[in-house]
């Protein structure tokens, strides 16, 4: 018996052609995620904010927690946000490098103590005590706060956490991942060592954690008490999933990574180049681009330095200098130095991008580093403080630029580093190179980021990720138990063996 062929309407043949096409699935669950981003500073908060648009713009509801205010671009979408009012702990001597050991430590130790007083303000308890207990989700900007794991455990939800470099030994920890320290710099070590020098570094920070996680347990104690909570050791080994900020192929070092320690390294650009450029270089002369970063201000530089850098820039009168700079007498900078573009903010991203920069000036933060590498610009590195020395080490080994200091820093110096990299090709050459390799992924970083979040909320909360090293004591993990055993025999025969050898 045939069949008469089925006739369909244009609009109809419309919806079945897009629904066969790839990406134009049905449209995945919305979650209700909680972002907590407190005692952070504007440059690792733009980090977690990058994963937060993306969840974002996958249709997700977010309620962001912050200590700092946010912009009314940061908050498109479906978002709640609530600011608690708190002035993070001051960093003692920013621009400056203590070489006193013991009182780094001490003001170290004595930050993450007044961390808890966080918890103690009335706009903190408000939050937990009126927030619906109905989250799919905590994701933590974490930076050596794992206190506020107490926060998962009052909400009973899975923990994910956002870092924003390379991860360090505090996040290897954390989620179990081996630390081979004899090959792989870490991302604070100033020298990044390596072989046995490396491996005493290691022990070293090792027991800095040690000491920094027993003031943190403390805090944790005090707010989020047993029985009613799990205990410290306990929620530190619930965290699902680190995002880092980090790009190991170009960036490096090479290190083992378990399945849920995932590369996002570059999401802040990718949310940057969504934004709509501004035509700001009305010449079509080269750049140069100096800033320091956000946490460094010229207000409180000497006048020395200020020196400086205006005698360095006035040899380079064939290129626009754009720099970032927040201390009086801007008009009569200009006004001496036309050739140099002063203002408290200039687009970083889209400078960099122009195709006309020619050298990058800067204090070696992560996100400036990200930026100087995807669009393949020399640097020249002025670290202050933080992990910026160790990035711009491991940029100069790359071949990227060179580092300077700017204690007792000279004019001529500055301006000797500065015609060396503009005039040796080697340092655009490996840097372009390198950006080839940063470029070159398998998907975006936002699109990974979302995959795996989306995934442990799917499994809820994906223990099948864990390692199980996380549930094994310190000489369980390294085998020193099985070591002492064998060369205590060893030991012990040859004790043996020479004293039969005496009685015979």
């Known amino acids: 018996m045939s069949r008469s062929p089925v006739s369909l309407s244009p609009l109809w043949l419309v919806y079945i052609t897009f629904s066969l096409l790839p990406g134009n699935s049905t449209p995945a669950e919305s979650h209700h995620i909680l972002g907590l981003f ?224 995932v590369d996002i390294g570059g999401i802040v650009l990718e949310q940057k180049l969504n934004e709509t450029r501004r035509e700001i270089l009305p010449s079509n002369r080269s750049l140069i681009i100096f800033s320091l970063g956000t946490r460094f201000t010229w207000r409180k530089s000497s006048q020395k330095l200020l020196q400086t850098f205006t005698t360095a820039f006035s040899q380079y009168s064939d290129y626009e200098i754009y720099w970032t700079y927040d201390g009086p007498n801007m008009s009569s900078i200009r006004t001496g130095f036309p050739h140099l573009k002063i203002a408290k903010w200039w687009p970083q991203c889209h400078l960099l991008g122009s195709g006309k920069a020619r050298l990058f000036i800067t204090h070696g933060g992560k996100g400036s580093l990200s930026e100087a590498l995807y669009y393949g610009v020399p640097l020249l590195g002025l670290p202050l403080l933080g992990d910026q020395r160790a990035n711009l080490q491991k940029m100069q080994s790359k071949n990227w630029g060179f580092t300077l200091t700017t204690h007792n820093l000279t004019h001529f110096e500055l301006s000797k580093a500065m015609y060396l990299i503009l005039t040796h090709p080697i340092y655009a050459e490996s840097i372009l190179k390198a950006s080839q390799v940063y470029r070159d992924r398998p998907m975006k970083s936002s699109d990974l980021a979302t995959y795996w979040i989306e995934y442990i909320i799917r499994h809820k909360g994906s223990k099948i990720l864990y390692n199980p090293a996380r549930h094994l004591s310190i000489i369980e993990y390294y085998s020193i138990d099985v070591y002492l055993t064998i060369y205590g025999g060893l030991v012990l025969t040859i004790i043996m063996i020479r004293k039969l050898n005496r009685l015979l």
Not at 86 to 96: C, S, V
């Open 38 to 261: 407190v005692n952070v500073h504007r440059s690792q908060l733009m980090v977690h904010l990058a994963v937060c648009q993306a969840l974002l713009q996958k249709g997700h509801h977010l309620t962001l927690v912050t200590t700092l205010p946010l912009e009314e671009q940061e908050l498109r979408g479906n978002v709640t946000h609530i600011l608690i009012p708190w002035k993070q702990p001051a960093e003692e001597d920013e621009q400056g490098s203590s070489s006193d050991l013991i009182l780094s430590l001490q003001r170290m130790f004595g930050r993450l103590k007044r961390s808890g007083d966080l918890l103690e303000l009335p706009e903190w308890k408000q939050f937990l005590e009126s927030e619906p207990h109905s989250y799919d989700l905590l994701l933590l900007g974490y930076h050596f706060n794992d206190h506020l794991l107490g926060v998962a455990a009052h909400f009973n939800c899975p923990v994910a956490i956002i870092t924003t470099q390379q991860p360090t030994g505090f996040v290897n920890s954390l989620m179990g991942n081996p630390e081979e320290r004899c090959y792989v710099p870490q991302p604070y070590d100033s020298h990044q060592r390596r072989g046995v020098s490396a491996w005493l570094f290691g022990i070293w920070e090792k027991l800095v954690e040690m000491l920094a996680r027993k003031v943190l347990a403390g805090i944790y104690s005090l707010h989020f008490p047993e029985p009613r909570y799990p205990s410290f050791e306990t929620m530190r080994r619930s965290v699902v999933l680190a995002l880092n900020n980090h790009h190991m192929i170009s960036e490096g070092p090479i290190a083992p990574l378990m399945p849920n320690m």
